[in-house]
């Protein structure tokens, strides 16, 4: 079965560094999504990218986030300058369309010190 | 603004019994989705209900969609060791790209 690949799977920066989360969504998907669980806690949407622009993002996705696909395979969030309450897990989604559902990856353990 | 809820938000229950995870939702919405989540993994799709009265069943788990009442449920029959983890349920508001999660329900079956 398809499946939406993430790398690294486990990150540790300290505070104030760039990091940059990868992510491989399946091939057919025209949908793409990065959302965050901070640990014991719910899932949270950070952003929404179709058609190459983001389409949708939340108040925590702030001028310290921002999304790329750089080419026609990868998907990346990046954080500029991070901070230690950006310690959570990544998870990136994609989706053919909300008929059809969303398949999210493995994910990335952030971890700022 | 869209909520989720989820009660109970953690389930304690005995092999063999049967219990119902309820997901309310504060606005109008036909879609719905049911997520598992096992500790430090992804989020597995369980279920995607894409209408009022939808009903799906896989093996030990039935979930349905009541978007008049906003509530959806799933239903666990005969529950065995192997359905322990975090279920969510997850609402895709009106005119919106995100989805919206509920807090999770932490079951734990015993023997």
Same mark, same amino acid.
């Given at each position: 079965? +398809?499946?939406?690949?993430?790398? +690294?799977? *486990?990150?540790?920066?300290?505070?104030?560094?760039? !990091? =940059?989360?990868?992510?491989? +969504? =399946? @091939?057919? *998907?025209? %949908?793409? %999504?990065? %959302?965050?669980? =901070?640990?014991?806690? &719910? !899932?949270?949407?950070?952003? @929404?990218?179709?058609?190459?622009? =983001? @389409?949708? &993002?939340?108040?925590?996705?702030?001028?310290?986030?921002? !999304?790329?696909? +750089?080419?026609? @395979?990868?998907?990346?969030? &990046?954080?500029?300058?991070?901070k230690l309450e950006d310690s959570a897990m990544y998870f990136c989604a994609s989706s053919e369309g909300s008929t059809y559902g969303y398949t999210f990856g493995s994910g990335t353990r952030l971890t700022v010190v | 603004e869209l $909520?989720?809820?989820?009660?109970?938000?953690?389930?304690?229950?005995?092999?063999? $019994?049967?219990?119902?995870?309820?997901?309310?939702? #504060?606005?109008?919405?036909?879609?719905?989705?049911?997520?598992?989540?096992?500790?430090?993994?992804?989020?597995? #799709?369980?279920?995607?209900?894409?209408?009022?009265?939808?009903? $799906?069943?896989?093996?030990?788990?039935?979930?349905?969609?009541?978007? $008049?009442?906003?509530? #959806?449920?799933?239903?666990?029959?005969?529950?065995?060791?192997?359905?322990?983890?975090?279920?969510?349920?997850?609402?895709?508001?009106?005119?919106?790209?995100?989805?919206?999660?509920?807090?999770?329900?932490?079951?734990?079956?015993?023997?």
């Amino acid at each position: 079965e +398809p499946e939406v690949t993430q790398t +690294p799977s *486990h990150q540790v920066t300290q505070m104030g560094q760039e !990091v =940059i989360l990868r992510c491989v +969504p =399946i @091939s057919n *998907h025209l %949908y793409f %999504y990065w %959302y965050r669980q =901070i640990l014991g806690q &719910k !899932v949270e949407f950070l952003v @929404s990218f179709y058609n190459n622009e =983001i @389409s949708e &993002k939340s108040e925590i996705f702030d001028d310290q986030f921002s !999304v790329e696909r +750089p080419d026609g @395979s990868n998907f990346t969030l &990046k954080i500029r300058s991070t901070k230690l309450e950006d310690s959570a897990m990544y998870f990136c989604a994609s989706s053919e369309g909300s008929t059809y559902g969303y398949t999210f990856g493995s994910g990335t353990r952030l971890t700022v010190v | 603004e869209l $909520k989720v809820e989820q009660n109970p938000l953690f389930l304690s229950m005995q092999e063999g $019994k049967n219990y119902t995870i309820y997901c309310n939702y #504060s606005t109008t919405s036909d879609r719905l989705y049911w997520y598992r989540q096992d500790p430090g993994k992804s989020l597995e #799709s369980l279920f995607v209900l894409l209408s009022n009265g939808a009903v $799906k069943q896989e093996g030990r788990l039935m979930a349905s969609l009541d978007t $008049k009442a906003r509530l #959806s449920t799933l239903h666990i029959t005969a529950a065995v060791h192997d359905l322990s983890a975090t279920y969510f349920c997850a609402v895709l508001g009106a005119n919106t790209d995100k989805l919206i999660f509920g807090t999770g329900t932490r079951l734990q079956v015993f023997p």
